[in-house]
């Protein structure tokens, strides 16, 4: 069963940091993309960021210059630096990752519970 736990979120003040980890556990042949979405209240969730195996990355214009995906394909983890943060950045932040179970499947798509960033003075 694979899993995808989150951590690193919290209370910031507005213009503050913090940096998101995603862990992705279990058995499984290989992670494709891996990416950071967001879900504030009484919002849609939407993408923040995508990051391929091969490193090439994707954000949304409303974080771009501020926000940083990063993977590690060893530790199977992939993390997001979020700078100059807004209150309009707060919202409950999830990781997905799309999951190759065996070299002869399709991926599929996988979440994490999600980690809740607060930006407020």
């Known amino acids: 069963q694979v899993q995808l736990v989150e951590s690193g979120g919290g209370l910031v003040q507005p213009g503050g940091s913090l940096r998101l980890s995603c862990a992705v556990s279990g058995r499984f042949f290989r992670l494709n993309a891996m990416g950071w979405y967001r879900q504030a209240p009484g919002k849609e969730r939407e993408l923040v960021a995508t990051?391929?195996?091969?490193?090439?990355?994707k954000y949304a214009d409303s974080v771009k210059g501020r926000v940083t995906i990063s993977r590690d394909n060893a530790k199977n983890m992939v993390y997001l630096q979020l700078n100059s943060l807004k209150p309009e950045d707060t919202a409950v932040y999830y990781c997905?990752?799309?999951?190759?179970?065996?070299?002869?499947?399709?991926?599929?798509?996988?979440w994490g519970q999600g980690t809740q960033v607060t930006v407020s003075s």
């Open positions: 990051i391929a195996s091969g490193g090439s990355t």
């Open positions: 997905n990752a799309e999951v190759q179970a065996s070299a002869l499947y399709r991926s599929n798509t996988y």
